[in-house]
Structure formats: structure tokens, C-alpha cells
Nanobody, 122 residues
Framework: QVQLQESGPGLVKPSQTLSLTCTVSGGSITTSYYYCSWIRQPPGKGLEWMGAIAYEGSNYYSPSLNSRTSISRNTSKDHFSLQLSSVTPEDTAVYYC??????????????WGQGTQVTVSS
């Protein structure tokens, strides 16, 4: 069974870059049609899909976050990373990594990490 685990700092200062890593075990991030996603949930709000990196290395980002988001991967270590630049307190959220299978224009989510709280504050 695929398992995911987020890691990274829990506190980031405004205007800095938020960096998180997701380690995948029990599976390979290069498996065909496999998409590694980042999703967040601000306090009191719903889930927001931020972006994904596909099995062959293509990137897909939410239009609302595209200019500030970068997702990369290390295939030899089966982990993928999120960088969100120029953060503000509105970026405070629980951040999740998740795996999905892509079919057509849809993603079908499978395993999720437990989530990590990131607070943006000076």
C-alpha cells in the first residue's frame, strides 16, 4: 500500500518561500498515470488543490497559485516537493500531499499524507 508523509517547517515568515517535501513509500512516483499532488486546507475553509507533478515529469498548477507555485521531484528517492513563494498569512493551512491516478482530464485520488500545519507569521 502506498504511503505518503509530508515534512517541512511549521512556521514561515511573510514574504518567504514555503518548502515542503513528501516522501512516498510502497510505490514509485514514476508509475504510469501516477500524479503527485499538493492540496491545502486553510482554517475554516475547504480543500484547495494546488498542483501536481505527473509520472513523466509534467507540471500542472492551479491558475490561482500558478505564479507562486513550483513542484519538483527526486525520482531516485521517490519524493516530491512543493515551493510556494511570497507567502502571506492567507497561506496558513494544513498542507497535504496525495497520490492520484490520471484518466482523461480527471484525477482519482488514492493515498494521502496525514497533513502538516504551516503557519505564516512574523
Amino acid at each position: 500500500q502506498v504511503q505518503l508523509q509530508e515534512s517541512g517547517p511549521g512556521l514561515v515568515k511573510p514574504s518567504q518561500t514555503l518548502s515542503l517535501t513528501c516522501t512516498v513509500s510502497g510505490g514509485s512516483i514514476t508509475t504510469s498515470y501516477y500524479y503527485c499532488s499538493w492540496i491545502r486546507q486553510p482554517p475554516g475553509k475547504g480543500l484547495e488543490w494546488m498542483g501536481a507533478i505527473a509520472y513523466e515529469g509534467s507540471n500542472y498548477y492551479s491558475p490561482s497559485l500558478n505564479s507562486r507555485t513550483s513542484i519538483s521531484r527526486n525520482t531516485s528517492k521517490d519524493h516530491f516537493s512543493l515551493q510556494l513563494s511570497s507567502v502571506t498569512p492567507e497561506d496558513t493551512a494544513v498542507y497535504y500531499c496525495a497520490s492520484a491516478l490520471g484518466y482523461g482530464s480527471s484525477l482519482y485520488f488514492g493515498s494521502w499524507g496525514q497533513g502538516t500545519q504551516v503557519t505564516v507569521s512574523s
